[in-house]
């Protein structure tokens, strides 16, 4: 059996509104992107505080052992 290779074509209507959403899509998937780099920096820096904040707290509890009242 001889297998016939046939070509398909779809006609698409309206190709400019389709390229304008897809190009849409893009753009809100870099605005989101950007936002988790932007909410990823943010948490660093908070951590890095508490962090310090803590830090701060232990050497005070430390000082703080060997007064005597």
């Known amino acids: 059996m001889i ?5 398909i074509f779809i006609k698409l209507q309206n190709i400019a509104q389709v390229v304008s959403l897809l190009e849409e899509i893009k753009e809100l998937e870099e605005k989101t992107k950007q936002s988790f780099r932007t909410y990823e920096s943010l948490n660093t820096q908070e951590n890095r505080i508490y ?3 803590s830090t701060y707290l232990e050497d005070i509890e430390q000082k703080l052992d060997h ?3």
């Open 51 to 53: 962090e310090n904040w």
């Open 67 to 69: 007064i005597t009242l």
């Open 3 to 7: 297998e016939k290779k046939r070509e």
